[in-house]
């Protein structure tokens, strides 16, 4: 019976053996789990063994995956990821679903997101507005170019300087003469083609006794917004309360000849402290290559702009612009990827906008120490570990992502050394074990 317990021993020994040994030769491989084998002693299975039984040897009852934490380390690649907590990358092989905590991702020729093995990464898609569809599918990055936006809001606030004067040439505005206006400053707008334009606007303080009035002049790229054969500005009286804020109302358009109506600013609507441009009061321009000096419609479509000027101010300080930002680009050519920590993939492009691009999805199981390995460091779902509790990043139990960074093994080399020494030294025990009932044996084969 000796040499059966002492076989079993060495069989356990040489099983330890094997798994420590998988676990030192995965060290380095992202997102490894670490394994331990587990043991359980035998007994005989009869009736009188009374109860002071012996032993029967050993058997090994499991080896269970360690799904503790690895340690991140940082790349320079946005699509590796790994998560910091619980949760496994869901991965699809034209169907067949795995998971995995190794989130080396790169895309292929098709833009679909895929792991080295070719897998396609699980998350939501986005429809043509942007928005997430909220239903699994393959992860994939739209490549195309950025349509162009035409500017149609453009939001600022600034502040005219009380303490101006009206300036000797205001008479007659030309804002080739920096005599006949106060201040000024210009703003980027684009057409629905992608196009750039600047619009400038021009301030001018109005003479004694309307000290809280001003004029406001407005060209686009130089010339009047509605006709870019005119250079005559679209004027707006500016009118401030004597706290230095926007009275009611802050604007109102100035009338030119009626030889020259067809060029009036439109009239003021909406909001105190906003002017409505619309769809007829812009037309695009260019250069005009056949009179140089000129400018000409450059076929883009006509837009309306709403420009919201409220939380500007007439105080006795400097000119300045407070704050800008208008929302309109031009065309753009996919420049990167970001993914943030909830798993939202970003596309940025050369225009300085960004897109939603989908966002990954993570799954977590009851029983984690029930999945199936399958190999290429993945995992797949049986009867013990549970149905897939899927999410997205950061919601319920699941972990949060981090772009450009890998999980490392969670191996820890030291342990396993030891470990390596143990398994050895119980392999030779047992290997003693077999060799002293050998010798037992031989004695009593002696016997005469």
């Not at 990358?89 to 070719?118: K, L, P, W």
């Not at 004029?215 to 230095?244: C, E």
């Not at 977590?364 to 049986?382: C, H, I, Y």
């Amino acid at each position: 019976m000796s040499f059966n317990i002492g076989l079993s021993g060495m069989r356990a020994a040489s099983k330890d053996l094997n798994v420590t040994g998988n676990n030192i030769a995965n060290a380095g491989t992202a997102g490894f789990k670490q394994s331990r084998a587990e043991f359980a002693d035998v007994y005989a299975a009869s009736m009188g063994v009374g109860k002071n039984p012996v032993g029967s040897g050993v058997l090994l009852a499991n080896v269970s995956q360690q799904f503790s934490q690895g340690n991140i380390n940082y790349t320079q690649n946005a699509l590796d990821l790994a998560i910091n907590g619980n949760g496994f990358f869901i991965t699809s092989n034209n169907g067949e679903i795995s998971y995995t905590r190794a989130g080396y991702f790169g895309t292929d020729r098709e833009g679909y997101v895929v792991n080295n093995f070719g897998n396609r990464l699980q998350g939501y898609s986005v429809d043509a507005a942007g928005n997430l569809i909220r239903v699994q599918s393959d992860l994939r990055i739209q490549s195309g170019q950025q349509e162009p936006r035409a500017t149609s809001s453009v939001v600022q606030t600034y502040n005219l300087n009380s303490t101006e004067t009206r300036p000797a040439n205001a008479a007659v505005f030309d804002p080739e003469d920096p005599l006949s206006y106060n201040s000024s400053t210009s703003t980027n707008i684009y057409d629905a083609q992608g196009n750039p334009h600047v619009m400038t606007q021009y301030f001018v303080k109005s003479a004694p006794p309307a000290t809280n009035a001003w004029t406001m002049h407005v060209l686009i790229d130089g010339v009047n917004p509605r006709d870019p054969a005119s250079t005559q500005p679209f004027s707006y009286n500016v009118n401030f309360n004597p706290a230095g804020q926007f009275a009611n109302p802050a604007f109102t358009a100035i009338s030119s000849t009626p030889a020259n109506a067809a060029l009036d600013a439109p009239a003021v609507t909406g909001e105190n402290g906003t002017i409505s441009f619309g769809a007829a009061d812009w037309t695009p321009a260019e250069p005009n290559p056949a009179v140089p000096g000129t400018m000409v419609a450059n076929g883009a479509e006509n837009s309306a702009i709403v420009f919201d000027m409220r939380g500007s101010s007439q105080y006795a300080s400097s000119f300045g612009v407070n704050s800008l930002s208008q929302d309109g680009y031009t065309t753009g050519l996919l420049a990167g990827l970001e993914i943030d920590d909830s798993g939202m993939v970003f596309a940025r492009y050369t225009n300085g906008q960004s897109k939603v691009q989908g966002q990954v999805l993570l799954a977590n199981f009851a029983n984690v120490q029930g999945l199936t390995p399958s190999g290429k460091t993945a995992w797949t779902q049986s009867f013990a570990s549970g149905e897939p509790v899927i999410g997205t990043p950061r919601s319920s139990t699941l972990g949060a992502l981090q772009s450009g960074a890998l999980e490392d093994s969670n191996v820890e080399l030291s342990d396993q050394l030891v470990n390596l020494i143990v398994a050895q030294r119980n392999y030779q025990a047992n290997a003693k074990t077999i060799e002293t009932e050998s010798a037992v044996t031989q004695t009593l084969i002696n016997l005469r």
